[in-house]
């Protein structure tokens, strides 16, 4: 017998999606370059299914039935260029390797050309859901070609989550590297709502006054709503455990400096290059990055701030109210943004994605999933060519409910000092595009002045520029 489908690279997330695949009854063969990993597998979990492991990667070739799928689990970067560079010289015309690690796009744009030149098929594949995804079921999005993803396809949903409804958490994203920029977005978004909801942990905290177990019930209210989300749940578990050392809650304890492995700051970073403002997303990173500054934050520790007592009980809970609205309409911005960068993407590099698509298969399986998705996915298929999702008629309702309670928790944040980059950014970005003029119209004076770099009227077509030195009459540009 042969092998449906081959792994080379077996730690942690490479292991995992190997038994997934065995459990669900695809023969599958193993590689990885130490082979002790290999061995350990088959030891361990030998039993749940059928597994042809090998210590030589043509051997591992030949373990495979044509087409050849062989999945790169590798950390990403230059290793998975080494394990390329190893593998395809054995494989034939029509053969796939996909590769499931956290490339970026641009690596996959570049990976998946050279091997179409050798006939080879590349699907660059974001796996978003860890370990534990890995192995009952993550989101996966695939990029690549459509022949490929109809060989390739059905193995993945087979083993994707699946959604409430039942449909698979996979579909085919787009050409090349659409797959890995979506799971890009997808972790974006994910740095935003964690900062979204420690800004909303924080204001609980210090303008209601209330202890970690009690916002840990407030976040479990909350997830019976529309906030219900994985994100939310374990924020909940967070909030609720306690130190066994201390006794302390856990959350006061831990070192407050946030860690990242960069897949935000290529969000941003792209952003930048699409000009896209993923304003959220960016205060998301920066977030952690002024986090991890000790220096700076102890030089500036002693810097005054207002002097403010927390709210009484009464108060308290309708803050919390005020809080769960002004969380839900910052996140709807930060989604619009990620959508306009997906959509921005797909102009930039010729790829079709179905922006409803991505929200359906973000519904299980990944750090997101959300109730919410769903309602995402209904805007784009009630209209595929919305501009922001700030614009479908279900989410302007509820934002234009929410906006002056949003309002007010910005400016009471501001009040008590509490800092709120993420819920701020949001509201600005939602005043900016709700505004009938912008100080931008300044900027181009400023701009025409300094520079003459000419400007547009808003009563006469054209290009004009000021004699700012002269006697200040308006030239064409
Ligand atoms: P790691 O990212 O820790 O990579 C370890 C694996 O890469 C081992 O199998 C190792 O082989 C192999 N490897 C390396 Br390192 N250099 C190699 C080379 N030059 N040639 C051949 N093999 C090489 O594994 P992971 O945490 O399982 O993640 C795998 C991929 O999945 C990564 O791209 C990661 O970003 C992505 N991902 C991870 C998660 C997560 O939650 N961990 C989630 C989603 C995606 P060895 O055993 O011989 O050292």
Not at 107 to 133: K, M, N, P
Not at 168 to 188: E, Q, S, Y
Request: net charge negative.
């Amino acid at each position: 017998t042969k092998a449906q489908i081959g792994v080379t690279g077996l730690a942690v997330m490479g292991r995992n999606l190997a038994r997934n695949l065995a459990r669900h009854g695809h023969t599958v063969a193993l590689h990885n370059r130490t082979a002790t990993r290999t061995r350990a597998l088959v030891e361990e979990f030998g039993h749940e299914g059928t597994f042809l492991p090998s210590d030589d990667p043509a051997a591992f070739v030949a373990s495979l039935e044509r087409p050849r799928r062989v999945v790169i689990m590798v950390k990403a970067g230059m290793s998975t260029d080494a394990v390329i560079d190893e593998f395809a010289p054995l494989l034939e015309a029509g053969d796939m390797i996909i590769d499931g690690g956290n490339a970026h796009f641009e690596d996959t744009r570049r990976r998946e050309a050279a091997l179409r030149e050798r006939g080879l098929h590349f699907v660059g594949t974001g796996i978003s859901g860890g370990e534990e995804g890995a192995l009952n079921g993550p989101s996966i999005m695939p990029g690549g070609s459509p022949e490929a993803y109809a060989a390739l396809g059905p193995l993945l949903e087979d083993i994707a989550a699946k959604a409430d409804d039942g449909t698979p958490c996979c579909t085919h994203i787009g050409a090349d590297g659409a797959g890995h920029f979506v799971k890009m977005v997808h972790n974006g978004i994910e740095y935003a709502d964690m900062q979204l909801i420690g800004e909303a942990y924080d204001l609980l905290r210090q303008v209601a006054g209330y202890r970690p177990a009690e916002i840990a019930e407030i976040f479990r209210t909350w997830n019976t709503g529309r906030l219900d989300s994985y994100l939310i749940e374990i924020t909940a578990e967070v909030l609720a455990h306690t130190d066994a050392a201390t006794g302390r809650p856990f959350v006061d304890v831990v070192a407050d400096s946030a860690g990242q492995k960069g897949t935000g700051r290529w969000t941003v970073q792209t952003a930048l290059d699409l000009g896209v403002p993923v304003s959220g997303i960016a205060e998301a990173v920066f977030a952690r990055s002024v986090s991890g500054h000790t220096g700076l934050r102890q030089a500036a520790g002693g810097l005054p701030g207002p002097q403010r007592a927390t709210l009484g009980a009464e108060d308290a809970r309708h803050f919390a109210d005020q809080v769960e609205q002004a969380l839900y309409a910052s996140k709807v911005v930060s989604y619009a943004q990620g959508w306009n960068m997906i959509d921005a993407a797909a102009g930039e590099y010729g790829w079709t994605i179905d922006p409803g698509a991505v929200a359906a298969i973000w519904r299980g399986g990944c750090i997101i999933r959300a109730a919410f998705l769903d309602r995402i996915r209904a805007a784009f298929d009630t209209d595929p060519k919305l501009p922001t999702l700030l614009a479908d008629s279900e989410f302007a309702g509820e934002i234009g409910a929410a906006q002056r309670d949003w309002r007010t928790v910005v400016g009471t944040a501001v009040a008590y000092g509490v800092p709120t980059p993420g819920f701020s950014a949001a509201l600005a970005y939602y005043d900016a595009l709700r505004a009938e003029r912008l100080p931008a119209a300044l900027t181009q004076g400023q701009r025409d002045y300094f520079g003459a770099h000419t400007y547009r009227r808003v009563d006469r077509e054209g290009s004009f520029h000021t004699l700012w030195g002269g006697d200040r009459s308006e030239v064409a540009g």
